[in-house]
């Protein structure tokens, strides 16, 4: 059975930085693409940053690009995703998520999901 498991959520200041984890089980780290997507109140759920199997393709959101920063662990099983330079507008439950490729991912061909982290930017 897959899981994944968020972790490293919190309160931060307008500035701040965060780093999210994403401890992943069921024998599908190596063989599947992953990824982040966020959601606020109200708003649909969106895609933030995906990384390949092979960690050779990076995507971001134009919202997050030069500020978050995604890569995976393979001996860990881990995904994890730097984020620095908080907005208040990045207040969001972050999910991990799985899907066959970067590609599917974008398009929110969704495999696994987690359940999510709450990250809230706040002074």
């Known amino acids: 059975q897959v899981q994944l498991v968020e972790s490293g959520g919190g309160l931060v200041q307008p500035g701040g930085s965060l780093r999210l984890s994403c401890a992943v089980s069921?024998?599908?780290?190596?063989?599947?693409?992953t990824g982040w997507f966020r959601q606020s109140p109200g708003k649909e759920r969106e895609f933030v940053a995906t990384?390949?199997?092979?960690?050779?393709?990076?995507r971001y959101s134009e919202s997050v690009k030069e500020r978050f920063f995604i890569w995976r662990d393979d001996a860990k099983s881990t995904l994890n995703l730097q984020m620095d330079k908080l907005e208040p507008e990045d207040t969001a439950l972050y999910f991990c998520?799985?899907?066959?490729?970067?590609?599917?991912?974008?398009?929110?061909?969704?495999?696994?999901w987690g359940r999510g982290t709450q990250v809230t930017v706040s002074s």
């Open positions: 998520a799985q899907a066959t490729t970067t590609t599917a991912m974008m398009n929110g061909q969704i495999d696994y």
């Open positions: 069921g024998g599908t780290f190596r063989t599947h693409a």
């Open positions: 990384i390949s199997y092979g960690g050779s393709r990076i």
